[in-house]
């Protein structure tokens, strides 16, 4: 069964219809890219999958329970809501880091105030706490910033900061995580690192949806790919098949752009 | 004469310290309520919107808090203080025969504070409104993404965030209020200047009028350096 499965979600901003009929599935521990051009809505679906945006038809489903449909108000209570956004990490363009906290504070907050949450946080605070920094730390180590856990974002280059964004993502254990353009605002020289621990995330088996405009990056790392343009999905399939053999003339004309540069 | 000078002023200086700190004390919380209400968009007419009657569907457009607050703060801000303290105090004794004022221990006081709070209430507003809409939006979205509720979003996310950028143009506006708690003399309270001038009828001299920015300059050195003291303390982040 899928993790994730979108049907026939649209949405529009006023007047205009951003989003038309997009459906696709997503299984456990794969990656799907979503490529296309400017303005196509990548953005606007990501944001949707996190409640950012309210889809104005469609159904979201992960692990077969519907989370959200448009038809059905019994799924959209706020008070619901932020739970079911936990389903879902999400990796922004312009990293979004806290900047009055430290690299591991980004990552441990929103861990420690779900805690509180708990039955028995009471009587092992100190105990529930020391684990989440730990395992605050030990994400930092795997995003190779253990000698950067104490500085703030502004004292973190771009590519530095994105990867505490990605740290913090994974540390509410999300079942797929997005990011929207992860290395667009990064200079050339700091894309590398980036896409480097997104690729051992892949290795990793982490369910994930990778907005980008890397083509190279989304062949060779994700599963699927999905091409998207003027709201609609123009093609989806394997990776491979889609970026070496498009069989969509607006795709391959969309492909044709990246390849001239 | 200058211990008589001194202790005279001094006094003054009781009756501005306490205009000032009231009308901080009131118009701070004031101000942010303001600041939320020029912010409001809670438009009830919102069925209307595309009602074929022109009139109508602009109706649908129209959000009554936020245009009436800023039409509010519009005027206050537009009109010298001075006027707004001639017209709140001797206002009701001139156009409707009665001081209320008067019902007060100390009515010209009360008075006084009263029309401070408004109007730096209405200029507090306008940079909290700064302060607040000068937080990226997306340092909410990550709180929500990270399943944060909207309460913690704010204490946790953006207040902090909010206060920094608000220091600045609050400390002008605060070093402003000192300098214009001389303006109660125009109802006739002894404030600082009062308290400089006087010397000049009774006993024909001017310098305590002038010695009277000293006791400004103390004033504002302190607060001088209590906000940059704060901006120091915030200075760890950007
Ligand atoms: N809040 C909004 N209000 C109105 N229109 C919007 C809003 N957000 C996005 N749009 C419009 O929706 C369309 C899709 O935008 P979106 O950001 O999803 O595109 P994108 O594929 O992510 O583009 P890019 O590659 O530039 O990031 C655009 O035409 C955009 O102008
Ligand atoms: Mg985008």
Redesign the pocket.
Known sequence: MAILEVRNIEKH?GA?R?LEDISFELERGQALAII?S???????LLRCLNFLETPDQGSISVEGSVIFDAADPATQKESELRKKRLHFGMVFQSFNLFPQYTALENVTLAVKLLAKERQDYKQNKNRILAEIEDEGKALLERMGLSDRADHYPHQLSGGQQQRVAIARALALHPDILCFD?PTSALDPELTGEVLKVIRSLADQKTTMIIVTHEMAFARDVADQVIFMDGGVIVEQGPAKEVIDNPKQERTRQFLSRYAEN | MFWQVTLSILKGCGEAAELFFLTLLFSLPLGLVISFGSMSKWTPFRKLYGRQNRFLHGLARIRPISTITNTVVWIIRGTPLMLQLIIVFYGPGMWFDANPWNLFADGRMFACVLTFVVNYACYFSVIFRGGIEGVPVGQREAGQVLGMTKTQIFFKVTLLQMIKQVVPPMSNEIITLVKDTSLARIIAITEIIKAGESFMKSDGITWPLFYTAVFYLAFVGALTLLFGWIERKMDYFR
């Open positions: 901003f205009t951003v296309g400017s303005g196509s809505g990548k953005t606007t353009e």
